[in-house]
Structure formats: structure tokens, C-alpha cells
Nanobody, 119 residues
């Protein structure tokens, strides 16, 4: 059974920092592209950051320079370090694991963790 469990969300003031973690089980973690997505009320889910099996990272323009994604394969964990947080970063943040094998996609999601940026 695949599980992605996010943690680290919460309430933070503008300009503050948070680190999200996502612990994976039931998959060969090192074989998956890992990503963080977010969904704000009334908006579509959007990609925040991703990291490939080769450690190549990709960021949404809105978070580039403020957020850092990293992964620890021995710990089966992906992180999102968020700094200089803004009210518009408020959303539910979801962890995603994705790979394809022989053309078949394997796509898993966590339950989400709430991040609220407010004074």
C-alpha cells in the first residue's frame, strides 16, 4: 500500500519560513519524480516544485528563489523549504510521487497539509 504523509504545515507570519516533509512508503522512492503541489481556495491545483531521480529541480515562477525542494532517498522523504512566505502562498500543499514504466503511469498523492500565511 502506497502512502505519502505530509507534515510541517501551519500558521506563519508573512516573511516567515516553514519546512514541509513528505515521507513515502510502499514505493521504490528513488525511482520516482517527487513534487509539491498546492491548491488555494477557489483555484486549481498547481505545481510548486519538483525534483527528478537525478536531482534536477524545477520551480514555479512565483516561488523561485524562495522555496527549495530536496530529497533524501535513504529516508524516503522529500522536503520543501519555504522562506519569505507571502499571504498568497496560503494553500493546501500536496506531495506527489510519479513515474512511468512501460508507458504505464504510477501517480500517487498525499492527503495534504495546510499552510496559512497571515499576520
Amino acid at each position: 500500500q502506497v502512502q505519502l504523509v505530509e507534515s510541517g504545515g501551519g500558521l506563519v507570519q508573512p516573511g516567515g519560513s516553514l519546512r514541509l516533509s513528505c515521507a513515502a512508503s510502499g514505493i521504490i522512492f528513488s525511482q520516482y519524480v517527487m513534487g509539491w503541489y498546492r491548491q488555494a481556495p477557489g483555484k486549481q491545483r498547481e505545481l510548486v516544485a519538483s525534483i527528478t531521480i537525478g536531482m534536477t529541480t524545477n520551480y514555479a515562477a512565483s516561488v523561485k528563489g524562495r522555496f527549495t525542494i530536496s530529497r533524501d532517498n535513504p529516508k524516503n522523504t522529500v522536503y520543501l523549504q519555504m522562506t519569505s512566505l507571502k499571504p498568497e502562498d496560503t494553500a493546501i500543499y500536496y506531495c506527489n510521487a510519479y513515474r512511468t514504466q512501460f508507458g504505464v503511469p504510477y501517480d500517487y498523492w498525499g492527503q495534504g497539509t495546510q499552510v496559512t500565511v497571515s499576520s
